[in-house]
């Protein structure tokens, strides 16, 4: 996707902050942080959004989720954290290229806004 902001950050077109990264996830820091830590984590290839997961994304997702179980370690948040996905413009998706939210470093309130 030659206009997707997120594509080009895996291409290194556009800098970001890397925080980790596997043969097919990048994890990189929100630049508009809404928590202390504040990582969004993402397949380098182009997926719109969660919506267009199926059982052939099992691996990967494995591995998306495995990357942010590190991080959360990494990041010493074992009192908690949240793992959120939005999924198109009601729920606030701004960036049409599945990203996780990794969030945390204080409490949080539900539901969220
Ligand atoms: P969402 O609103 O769920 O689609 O999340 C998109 C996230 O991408 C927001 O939290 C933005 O702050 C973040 N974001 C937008 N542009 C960049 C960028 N260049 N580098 C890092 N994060 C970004
Ligand atoms: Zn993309």
Redesign the pocket.
């Known amino acids: 996707m030659n206009d997707c ?1 997120f594509c080009k ?1 895996v291409k290194k077109e ?1 800098p ?1 902050e890397t925080v980790a990264e596997t043969e097919r996830a990048l994890a ?1 820091k ?3 942080p809404g928590a202390p830590t504040h990582v ?1 984590v993402i397949p380098k290839e182009h997926i719109p959004s969660a919506q267009e997961l199926d059982a052939a994304h099992g691996d990967l997702l494995g591995e998306l989720f495995e990357l942010m179980a590190k991080i959360a370690s990494d990041a010493g948040l074992s009192r908690g954290h949240r793992l959120v996905t ?1 999924v198109g413009p009601e729920a ?4 049409d290229h599945l ?1 996780f ?1 990794v969030l945390g470093g204080r409490p949080m309130s539900w539901p969220p806004g």
């Open positions: 902001l950050i556009i970001s990189f929100d630049i508009n969004l939005n606030g998706q701004s960036v990203h939210h």
